[in-house]
T-cell receptor, first 114, second 115 residues
Framework: GAGVSQSPSNKVTEKGKDVELRCDPISGHTALYWYRQSLGQGLEFLIYFQGNSAPDKSGLPSDRFSAERTGGSVSTLTIQRTQQEDSAVYLC????????????FGAGTRLSVL | AQSVSQHNHHVILSEAASLELGCNYSYGGTVNLFWYVQYPGQHLQLLLKYFSGDPLVKGIKGFEAEFIKSKFSFNLRKPSVQWSDTAEYFCAVNAFTGGGNKLTFGTGTQLKVEL
């Protein structure tokens, strides 16, 4: 596709349930990033994938959060046992260059935990 | 770890007024600097970037930013704003710590331009 695609666009879940958020990056982009945008918090880095290298997980807030990237393309962010404080917009970005590449963002998934 | 401060959280201007949004970062090494914009209901998109060279960089829609290394600043400017500039603006830094292109964002500035 022409841009970064994320699904679903909105997700409402109950506290304690698991959720999976999907990101389809721009074709050919080797780097993929997940960020979280919370009200008043700006954008918070979560995790970064670059090619076949081990991901940089330094931004994941707890062990309830995990992500994988299959075949160097599509990525899934999983949140287990969701809590109300997980409510946020989860943004995915991709980049063609590890160091100087511009990051292109998707529209995000708005997660609401009731 | 690097951090980014945007001091103006909400700015309201009339059309044709001049704009300057402040951005300061904390990191003593080499950095790439970015301004991203999020128009209502739209994706984050790149407004402009600084990698090296001329510290005054020009972006889309008449925006420009100046990198002042001694002040650790990368302020965004526009001489005359339009109603269509109403959006949220984010400053971001990529510090070269060997961790690739991970961006650290400021908390954003909500700009409202009134007719």
């Amino acid at each position: 596709g022409a841009g970064v695609s994320q699904s679903p666009s909105n997700k409402v879940t109950e506290k304690g349930k698991d959720v999976e958020l999907r990101c389809d990056p721009i074709s050919g982009h080797t780097a993929l990033y997940w960020y979280r945008q919370s009200l008043g918090q700006g954008l918070e880095f979560l995790i970064y994938f670059q090619g076949n290298s081990a991901p940089d997980k330094s931004g994941l807030p707890s062990d309830r959060f995990s992500a994988e990237r299959t075949g160097g393309s599509v990525s899934t962010l999983t949140i287990q046992r969701t809590q109300q404080e997980d409510s946020a917009v989860y943004l995915c970005a991709s980049s063609s260059d590890r160091y100087n590449g511009i990051q292109y963002f998707g529209a995000g998934t708005r997660l609401s935990v009731l | 770890a690097q951090s980014v401060s945007q001091h103006n959280h909400h700015v309201i201007l009339s059309e044709a007024a001049s704009l300057e949004l402040g951005c300061n970062y904390s990191y003593g090494g080499t950095v790439n600097l970015f301004w991203y914009v999020q128009y209502p209901g739209q994706h984050l998109q790149l407004l402009l970037k600084y990698f090296s060279g001329d510290p005054l960089v020009k972006g889309i829609k008449g925006f420009e930013a100046e990198f002042i290394k001694s002040k650790f600043s990368f302020n965004l400017r526009k001489p005359s704003v339009q109603w269509s500039d109403t959006a949220e603006y984010f400053c971001a830094v990529n510090a070269f710590t060997g961790g690739g292109n991970k961006l650290t964002f400021g908390t954003g500035t909500q700009l409202k331009v009134e007719l």
